[in-house]
Each structure stands twice: as structure tokens, then as C-alpha cells.
């Protein structure tokens, strides 16, 4: 298997707290990661570092042999990352909004459209799209996110938390969406809290907690061909107690 992303340990502390103890993660071609763990567990420290927002305390993190920071030019053409709160520019309508993250990763206007259209008729937003974008929804920006973050044609994907504010029809077809882009020999690591999500759309699943992986395998791995729910394996693994 074509390895997309490597972390290797990864680590991180600020102050007295260490967020993140020397994680190990890969993310291959075809890859649907899950990365699960209760509040706290280091989840968006680690996706931070992963997409270069935050320095580790010690540790690399490679896209397809770009290493970060030295090449963090190339490393970053690699990867699109959906924060857990789109960050939409105020102005901009959701098409100027497309064109300008895209257009940061060198595309054509033509090589926008191309590969944005489709995705904003999936997403219900053809309507939408030449309205200031700051007057969406938080889903409808969730949705924008993601499209403009695709509309470069990344080979790996992060995003975090990234159907928490859709409606079920838009959750599914995000989804659908992941599952033809990992098809496609691209990989995706997603963080999230729905366990259900998880297993039914993730390859492989990643737990965490107090900034450890604590466990690591496929849904049916993990649940031991089904013989136990993901809700327990969770509670087990990451010490949570059920209430
Ligand atoms: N900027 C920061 N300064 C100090 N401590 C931080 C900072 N960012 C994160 N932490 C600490 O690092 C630990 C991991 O936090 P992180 O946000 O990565 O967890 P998480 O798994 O994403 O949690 P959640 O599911 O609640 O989003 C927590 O103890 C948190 O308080």
C-alpha cells in the first residue's frame, strides 16, 4: 500500500500538559481513518500538527515524502484540512470563496469549476453559491469548507468533526463523497465523536486517549467480527465509564 501520510512521533506539551505523547499514524491510499477518543484525548492537537498549524514538541510528519517543515511548500499542495469551525472570509460569496482557497493551490479558474460544480449540486448549494457566504448556515459553510478544500485536488483529506451541523440528507452524501475520494487512491483521517459514523464508514479506526493511540484496526477488527459493540470496545479502550 502507497503510504500518503506518516506521522512519527509526534508529540506534544503545553506547559505541564502533555497533549499529544509520541503518536505513530498512517494513512495509505484507499484510507478511510476514524480517529476516535473522549474529550481531551489529544484529537485536534494531533490533526493540528498533521496540517501545520501547530508546532510539535518533537516528532515529523511527511506527505508523500515532503517532509514538514522543510518542505512545507510541496507538503501542503498534498493535503486539505476541514477545521471543526469553517473559517469563511467575511465579502466573499461561496463561489469567490472557492475560487480564492483553490486558486492559493495554483488551479485554473477552468480546473476549479471542473471539479467544484458537481460538488455544490450534491451539496444543494447551487442556489447559494453567489451569496455572501457569511450568511450561511453553519452547515451550508461545513459543506463550502469542504468543497473548496477538494476543489485543489489534495491527495489526503483531514477534517474534524466534519457532520456535526448537517442535516441527514447532507451527512450522507458527505459521506458518499469521502467514500468515492478514498476510491479514488486518495486517503482521509476524520475525527469525530459518532461511533455509528465511524463504523460504518471508516476502513480503519484510531483510538485515542490522554494523547495516546490506544488501539488501532479495522471496525470488524476492533468489534471482533461484530461479537461486541464499538460503544464498549470505546469504553474499555479509552478507560471512559458508560453513565
Ligand atoms: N493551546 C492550548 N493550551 C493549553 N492546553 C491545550 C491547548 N490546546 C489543547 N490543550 C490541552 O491538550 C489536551 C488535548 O486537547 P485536544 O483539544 O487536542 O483534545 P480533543 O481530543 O480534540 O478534545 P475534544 O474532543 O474535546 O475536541 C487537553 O488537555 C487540552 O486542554
Known amino acids: 500500500m502507497t503510504i500518503l501520510l506518516e506521522a512519527y512521533n509526534l508529540h506534544r506539551a503545553f506547559e505541564k500538559t502533555v497533549?499529544?505523547?509520541?503518536?505513530?499514524?498512517?494513512l495509505s491510499k484507499g484510507e478511510i481513518v476514524a480517529l476516535l477518543g473522549p474529550n481531551g484525548?489529544?484529537?485536534?492537537?494531533?490533526?493540528?500538527m498533521l496540517t501545520a498549524l501547530l508546532e510539535p514538541t518533537r516528532g515529523s510528519v511527511t506527505y508523500l515524502s515532503h517532509r514538514i517543515p522543510e518542505q512545507i511548500v510541496e507538503a501542503k499542495r498534498q493535503f486539505g484540512y476541514v477545521a471543526d469551525q469553517p473559517m469563511i472570509m467575511p465579502y466573499l460569496t461561496g463561489w469567490e470563496y472557492i475560487q480564492f482557497v483553490a486558486g492559493l493551490y495554483g488551479c485554473s479558474a477552468d480546473e476549479i469549476k471542473k471539479r467544484a460544480t458537481p460538488l455544490i449540486e450534491r451539496f444543494a448549494l447551487t442556489e447559494a453559491i453567489h451569496k455572501k457566504a457569511t450568511g450561511y448556515s453553519h452547515g451550508m459553510q461545513q459543506k463550502l469548507a469542504l468543497i473548496a478544500q477538494l476543489a485543489h485536488d489534495p491527495r489526503v483529506l483531514l477534517a474534524d468533526e466534519p457532520t456535526v451541523g448537517l442535516d441527514?440528507?447532507?451527512?450522507?452524501?458527505m459521506q458518499a463523497i469521502f467514500r468515492e475520494y478514498a476510491q479514488d487512491?486518495?486517503?482521509?483521517?476524520?475525527?469525530?465523536?459518532?461511533?455509528?459514523?465511524?463504523?460504518?464508514?471508516a476502513t480503519r479506526i484510531v483510538m485515542m486517549t490522554r494523547g495516546r493511540i490506544v488501539a488501532s484496526g479495522t471496525p470488524e477488527?476492533?468489534?471482533?467480527?461484530?461479537?461486541?459493540?464499538?460503544?464498549s470496545v470505546f469504553f474499555q479502550r479509552?478507560?471512559?465509564?458508560?453513565l
Open 238 to 242: 479509552t478507560g471512559e465509564v458508560t
Open 41 to 48: 484525548a489529544g484529537k485536534s492537537t494531533t490533526m493540528r
Open 19 to 26: 497533549a499529544v505523547h509520541h503518536v505513530d499514524l498512517t
Open 185 to 201: 487512491g486518495n486517503a482521509i483521517l476524520l475525527s469525530t465523536h459518532l461511533l455509528d459514523m465511524a463504523q460504518h464508514l
Open 221 to 231: 477488527e476492533l468489534t471482533q467480527g461484530g461479537a461486541r459493540s464499538l460503544e
Open 168 to 173: 441527514p440528507g447532507s451527512a450522507s452524501e
